[in-house]
């Protein structure tokens, strides 16, 4: 499984700029894989972006991305120790996660059949509308979204 990117912090939470670079990467295989499955990306933070306005184009830019298989599906984990409300795959924007929270789930893909089966098989119950997104989220939590994002299509099946 390729690495694309090693992970790194420097203060500060520059969103848009790490979703310009997963998109430069993306369309970089897309261009070279056009007839493959769409991409996944899965961006994992533990802040809110200093850069909220233009996260959220970026992040809309990202998953304009597309092969003939359809759209980039962006997933987004919020991860924290604070120990407060974890939401896993809503279905709505979660009013009680703040501003921050609803930012994060407007910039989530919804998740299509396929992944949801793979959600419920990780452990999680998305509803119909669920988006790719978890909020305040612990390790198990973390790591049951990143097994399930990263698992193979096979015949349109993960």
């Known amino acids: 499984m390729p690495i694309w990117i090693e992970p790194a912090a420097d203060g500060g939470t520059p969103m ?19 007839d493959n499955i769409s991409p996944i990306v899965i961006n994992i933070t533990d802040g809110e972006p200093n ?3 233009a996260a959220e184009q970026a992040a809309q830019s ?12 962006l997933l987004n984990a919020h991860i924290a120790s604070n120990g407060g ?21 407007r910039n989530s893909s ?15 119950a998305p509803a119909q509308a669920a988006r790719g997104c978890v909020f305040n989220a612990g390790a198990e939590t973390l790591t049951k979204l990143i097994v ?10 993960r």
């Open 51 to 53: 850069d909220m306005g």
């Open 85 to 105: 409300q974890e939401f896993r795959l809503p279905g709505t924007e979660p009013d009680a996660a703040g501003d921050f929270g609803r930012f994060i789930f």
């Open 16 to 34: 848009a700029e790490a979703f310009s670079e997963a998109a430069q990467l993306a369309q970089l295989w897309i261009q070279e894989n056009p």
């Open 110 to 124: 919804t998740l299509p059949q396929p992944l949801r089966i793979a959600a419920q098989n990780a452990g999680f």
């Open 62 to 73: 990202l998953q304009d991305l597309q092969t003939t298989d359809g759209h980039l599906l």
């Open 148 to 157: 399930f994002g990263s698992t193979p299509m096979v015949g349109g099946v």
